[in-house]
């Protein structure tokens, strides 16, 4: 892991094409601003781990197979 210092309205590039911005320092909270192109998906990270448990527990109920099927 890559730990960097920022302060208010500094940013880090990621890519080329991602831009991470501190946009407000308040206690002991961050806000980010976060510049990507569409097609890169953002999730907060507990969002993330709830979509891929939720695709995992498709697979395992047969929604694989079920795709499959669907696909020929």
Do not use: H
Request: net charge neutral; charged share 25%.
């Amino acid at each position: 892991m890559l730990a960097l210092s920022r302060k208010k309205n500094e940013a880090l590039i990621i890519n080329n094409n991602v831009e991470i911005t501190v946009l407000e320092v308040k206690g002991d909270q961050v806000k980010l601003g976060i510049s990507a192109p569409r097609e890169v998906p953002v999730y907060r990270k507990e969002v993330y781990l709830q979509i891929q448990e939720a695709n995992q527990a498709a697979v395992d109920a047969g929604g694989l197979d079920a795709l499959k099927n669907l696909m020929g």
